[in-house]
Antibody, heavy 114, light 107 residues
């Protein structure tokens, strides 16, 4: 069974940092692209970033470019999102998504507030 | 960036109704289009991938169609479990943009 478990969310101040993790099991993590998607309270879905199997191809949404860094450790079956210079509008639930199965984790809540 | 225009934003329907949600891409995305269902407080789950492929375990009353710029998700006979919000997403090129969502409510 494909399982994705996000962690690392919490409360951060504007300008602060958080690092999210997504631990994968039930599939060959190193063979799949991985994505981060977020959802602000009461809003729609916003794609954040993606990373290729070996980490050589990375893309970001314009809204996070230069502030967020996606990475992965295939030996640990773990995906990361380093979030720096956080803003209030980064608040939301962050999901990791496996491609091409398009399975989602349960999400981790990030709140940016002073 | 590819803009995804989804319509309607909401609809009211009865159990047994046939429901169609559409998604239009601002440029050709071939068949690289997914449809997701999301219920309150839950993560989205894929119902259709690659524009027309039914995800394993999803009831056959769901179907997807389209290619290029125009796509549709159809529920042939709406069931109580189908009341939810549906999103399309293009996965042809980053940023992998989503439609605004369609909330299917009980009439």
């Amino acid at each position: 069974e494909v399982l994705l478990v996000e962690s690392g969310g919490g409360l951060a101040q504007p300008g602060g940092s958080l690092r999210l993790s997504c631990t994968a099991s039930g599939f060959s993590f190193s063979l799949y692209w991985m994505h981060w998607v977020r959802q602000a309270p009461g809003k729609g879905l916003e794609w954040v970033s993606r990373i290729k199997e070996g980490g050589s191809d990375i893309s970001y949404a314009e809204s996070v470019k230069g502030r967020f860094i996606i990475s992965r450790d295939n030996a640990k079956n773990t995906l990361y999102l380093q979030m720096n210079s956080l803003r209030v509008d980064d608040t939301g639930i962050y999901y990791c998504v496996n491609a091409p199965t398009w399975m989602w984790g349960q999400g981790t809540q990030v709140t940016v507030s002073s | 960036d590819v803009q995804m225009t989804q319509s309607p934003s909401s609809l009211s329907a009865s159990v047994g109704d046939r429901v169609t949600i559409t998604c239009r891409a601002s440029q050709n995305i071939r068949e690289y289009l997914n449809w997701y269902q999301q219920k309150p407080g839950k993560a989205p789950k894929v119902v259709i991938y690659g524009a027309s492929n039914l995800q394993s375990g999803v009831p056959s009353r769901f179907s997807g169609s389209g290619y290029g710029t125009d796509f549709a998700l159809t529920i042939s006979s709406l069931q109580p479990d189908d009341f939810a919000t549906y999103f399309c997403q293009q996965i042809y090129t980053p940023p992998c943009t989503f439609g605004q969502g369609t909330t299917v409510e009980i009439k």
